[in-house]
């Protein structure tokens, strides 16, 4: 059974705005059947609602400047057109377009009021941009300079550094110059000090070496003397043995004098004159 229905556009004031209206003009039995439906099938009051929405998209421009608000207009319609429909939910479901208008009324108006916010925030935030660029470009100036400051500063280290090396060779061959000047004039000092002052860790020995010199000359001496004693009575007695000798000689030291028991001269020469014999060769000192 086919179902008659009349669907209309009309236009009324509401707020100032002219507003597009969804209208159906059905009867109670038709209204019934258009709601609803059987199983698998899609009610009749769906269909057109939809074919509504479809349509009056088409008609909006996506680049208009009220696009949103436009095609937020197409499906305030269709639920007021559905609010209408449901007799029973109809108190309620106008309660929450109402809430939802209002926010939504609400939202726009806070919105109006921070558009003059936003376009102070673009201005600034557009002026803090330039600012940063500028200060980024001086900045960037700054660390240049510096860099090269900074170069130069190494520069003049590394050749200070480098002065600083030649002073101290130049000073270490100074003091090493002087130190050497110091060692030769204390090496000529000890020189000449040790030719005048024997050093006293070898006066002892020296001493030593002298007394057992001393002792030994004094052991020659006394042969010495005994053979100038023997030699010069051989001489004047040519014809006396050799034990002859030895006791005249023994006789001879048998009265020592002041000399360390060598036999005296004056002795020697009453031996020598008894002998017959005139002289006496010089006594070897």
Known sequence: MSIDYKMTLSRHQKKGKKEKVLVLFLSNQQQESYICAGPGR?????????SYVNKELHTISSHEPTFQELKLQVYRDVFGCFIKEFKTYQPLL?????????????????????????????????????????RWAEEQAEIGALKREKQQL??????????????????ALKVCREDLTKAQMELTRMKAEYW??????????????????????????GDFDQLKIE?????????????????????????????????????????LAESGVATLPPALE
């Open 196 to 221: 005048v002052v024997v050093p006293r860790r070898n006066w002892d020995t020296l001493e030593q070496t002298h007394r057992q010199n001393l002792q030994q000359l004094k052991t020659l001496q």
């Open 154 to 171: 190494q520069r003049l280290i590394e050749a200070m550094r480098e002065k600083e090396k030649a002073m101290e060779a130049v000073l």
């Open 42 to 50: 899609k009610p009749q009051l769906l269909m057109h609602l939809e």
């Open 94 to 134: 106008s309660d929450i377009k109402k809430e939802y208008e209002n926010t939504l009324a609400y939202l726009q108006g806070q919105i109006r009021e921070l558009e003059p916010l936003r376009s102070r925030l673009r201005l600034v935030t557009e002026e803090c941009d330039r600012k940063i660029q500028a």
């Open 231 to 271: 030699a010069a009575l051989r001489t004047a007695f040519p014809l006396k043995s050799d034990q002859e000798i030895d006791q005249l000689v023994a006789s001879a030291q048998s009265e020592p004098d002041n000399s360390n028991d060598t036999i005296s001269s004056q002795r020697l020469h009453s031996l």
